[in-house]
């Protein structure tokens, strides 16, 4: 997973600097790059039937090496149509390649290990996305070499699949809930989560034309994605736990209210160029204040939920994310085009503002929730519903009554 998460971290902003300087606009770039989470939506809902079928070893090594190939097919052609296809492609293979990995993991847990496993795997999914901006350094995004690494990187992440000695685990199609279920279970946890999903994609994507607009170097563009994903890193625990001692509708809408005046200061700085290490602080902070929302979105949920119900809502809540995250980048590189490099701060604003109003609201109308809470656990936005299985169970509630 470490090798993959570095590879496809490295991919992603990789492909946004290499499409700016092919002089495609950033609509144009923000188009392609919502070809992943739309594949990686596909990849959600086909390969589960896939494992079933031919077996985790064989759908891995297919996966990854098709994968490995649309990586180096960037190098061979340069239009935004075929660049998009191949991100549509390697969404819907790095999504089979999560399926695979996260039910080994699930056959591996037990209820006592659930909640630390699933943690270990969001630092090393989150971490390994940080850990892919370094390589920005290595070469230029202009040769060949980033992307040869990215190829090598997926095909070494087949060796430890294809020599395990462990068996292959029992694999059943998880089981997912209709979205007007899932809605009148818990619209906040629904409605934030897709919010989310196009903030989180639009920090990914929009960042890194953000950076190239004002000159940035490409090191200094991968420490801008770095930042802010290790800031999510960072303040995933913390805001977790202190979801946990209160309602967490107050958090969903403190949170991004807190993000809106940093998005303000960002915006409105004369010369960032000149302040970089501020820029990279207020970048990791604005990091710090999105990819959180969504595990307590999830947690507020799953409050509503019975254990029965835990697996099918969590595995529905993960689709609603990459619905979300299908229009981030296309929003963001929108928003730079007409609005400039600042349009990506305006952008984030809104959707932290809907956010905002949308938790007043469940607040004002919907009583809060104060037995049988479970307790908020760190995810990462590239979980797929395979992964709802490693969350932890709530305690076993009544089903009806009012829901938030």
């Known amino acids: 997973m470490i090798l993959l998460m570095v590879s496809n971290g490295l991919l ?22 919502s070809g992943y989470p739309v594949g990686a939506l596909l990849g959600c809902l086909i390969a589960p039937g896939l494992i079933m079928r031919v077996g985790h070893v064989r759908i891995f090594a297919a996966l990854a090496s098709i994968a490995s190939a649309a990586a180096l097919m960037h190098l061979v052609t340069t239009d935004p149509w075929s660049w998009g296809a191949m991100r549509l492609l390697a969404g819907f293979c790095f999504s089979g390649l999560y399926i695979v990995a996260e039910s080994w993991l699930n056959s591996s847990a037990d209820n006592d290990n659930r909640g630390s496993l699933l943690s270990i795997y969001f630092v090393v999914q989150t971490g390994g996305v940080a850990l892919g901006q370094l390589l920005l350094n290595v070469s230029n995004p202009d040769g060949i070499l980033l992307f040869v690494v990215v190829s090598i990187l997926i095909s070494f992440s087949l060796v430890p699949m294809l020599v395990s000695e462990d068996a292959t685990p029992h694999y059943e199609v998880p089981e997912r809930v209709a979205f007007i279920d899932l809605f009148r279970l818990s619209p906040m946890g629904l409605t934030g989560s897709f919010l989310n999903g196009i903030s989180q994609t639009t920090l990914y994507v929009a960042l890194a034309l953000y950076g190239s607009a004002l000159g940035m170097s490409k090191g200094a563009i991968g420490g801008l994605i770095g930042s802010m994903t290790l800031g999510g890193m960072l303040f995933q625990f913390p805001l977790g736990k202190l979801s946990d001692m ?28 000149d302040n970089l290490y501020l820029v990279y602080l207020m970048v990791a902070l604005l990091g710090g204040l999105t990819l959180p929302v969504y595990s307590i979105c999830m947690a507020h949920m799953n409050d509503h939920l019975n254990r029965s119900q835990v697996v099918a809502a969590s595995g529905t809540l993960v689709l609603i994310l990459a619905a979300g995250m299908t229009l981030g980048p296309t929003l963001g590189g929108f928003a730079i085009d007409h609005f400039g490099p600042t349009g990506i701060f305006h952008l984030l604003s809104l959707t932290a503002g809907l956010t905002v109003m949308t938790a007043l609201f469940r607040l004002w109308s919907s ?38």
């Open 246 to 273: 209160m309602d967490r509708r107050w958090l969903i809408a403190g949170i991004p209210a807190v993000s809106i005046p940093v998005c303000i200061v960002l915006a409105s700085l004369d010369n960032p160029t």
């Open 12 to 33: 992603t902003t990789l492909l946004t600097l290499r499409a700016d300087g092919l002089g495609f606009s950033d609509s144009a770039i923000g188009l392609v790059q």
């Open 367 to 404: 009583p809060a929730i104060t037995e049988n809470r479970g307790n908020a656990v760190a995810v990462s936005a590239n979980l797929t519903p395979e992964a709802a299985t490693l969350y932890p169970r709530s305690s076993e509630k009544p089903a009806g009554g009012d829901r938030s």
